[in-house]
């Protein structure tokens, strides 16, 4: 596999993120939150579009104000005010984003292809003349012709970008046809690719991952797959799978992902995914007797990922699908010591109440006292 070693890390939780339906986040959780991303080891750090509004502008102007190991960079449209806004604030690096698409020329910018070229180069240009480090994002990249999608990569590049980003915005590409395109614009272009993956059809990451394979240096993610409609990569899926599935030793303090998690959940109050990969609840949960067996014995019986590197906890659940095995573990851990026999009892009790989702440790210890009665 071709991954790059240099392969960067691009956290748009606070450009991208704040595009969540329902959320708006505070300057301040701003601040808390670009700091623990420094300090987990993303690469590039997203601030905002300032020309959004006043409150972003200030996020941005705060952002940059912090001083962070990851590379700042700012959003904002082909235009000169935009360009401005982000030279006005200082920030190092500059995003701009346009649309290459024939949906996108014609319905949001209602121009010709040669006009398209024409401002982009003149986007370009002011931002450089500026001062600004430029990644261009042709956006509805895997929506817009090939050969026009090179054209332009070739042209920010002449004009001198620093990067270009393929955007796949409605999410479409699968990770074959995401392959294909990387490495062809790859082929193209002396400069580093980036790539930025939506999950309209749950393949975001999949995609981000496939283009890390064909030679994309960076890919964009953001904290709990936050992001317009079904949202970007999950930070935590693409770097726990490169860490585990690509054996890349990045300087990712994996140990952080839960609070991670945690923050961003307490900062946008959406709900949670039970058995979202890495960061849900049942992601470490096993519940099957056959399974608990196994992995009390060994974890890695049904554990691709071990908890521990996650700073989680291993949980096994008491209902009706439990084994004997399972059951001797938790009164075990509980204490308690009952005979074979017991033990049966106690199993039966639980088999015949399928509607007890889940025994604490409360409900078994007074199972166990009831049962003793009885025998
Ligand atoms: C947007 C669209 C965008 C841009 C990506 C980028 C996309 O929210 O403005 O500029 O790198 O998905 O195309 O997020
Ligand atoms: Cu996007």
Known sequence: MLIRQKLEILDSTLREGEQTPGVSFTVKQKITLAKQLDIFGVDFIELGHPAVSPDVYEGVEALNDLSLNAKKMAHGRASKSDINDVVAIGVEWMGIFFGTSPLSLKHKFNVTKSEALKRIQFAVEY??????????????????????????????????????????????????KTKILVSRLVAELDIPVHVHCHNDFGM????????????????????NGLGERCGLPPLAEIVVALTNLYKINGKWDLGMIPELTKMVDSF?????????????????????????????????SYEAISPESLKRKRHFVIDKFTGKSALKNRLNHLGISVSPKELDCLLIEIKFHPDKLNWDDNELISLTKSQEIKL
């Open 127 to 176: 931002g450089k003349d500026k001062g600004l480090k430029l990644r261009f994002t042709a956006e509805d990249a895997s929506r817009t012709e090939l050969d026009y999608l090179i054209q332009v990569g070739q042209l920010v590049q002449n004009s001198g970008v620093d990067r270009f980003s393929l955007a796949d915005t409605v999410g479409c590409l699968t990770p074959t």
């Open 268 to 300: 946008t109050k959406l709900d949670s995914n039970v058995n979202q990969p890495i960061v849900g609840k049942n992601a470490f949960t096993h519940k099957a007797g056959l399974h608990v067996k196994a992995v009390v014995i060994e974890p890695k």
């Open 204 to 223: 975001a990451t999949a995609n981000a991952l496939s283009a890390l394979e064909a030679g994309a240096q960076c890919v964009d993610v953001a904290v």
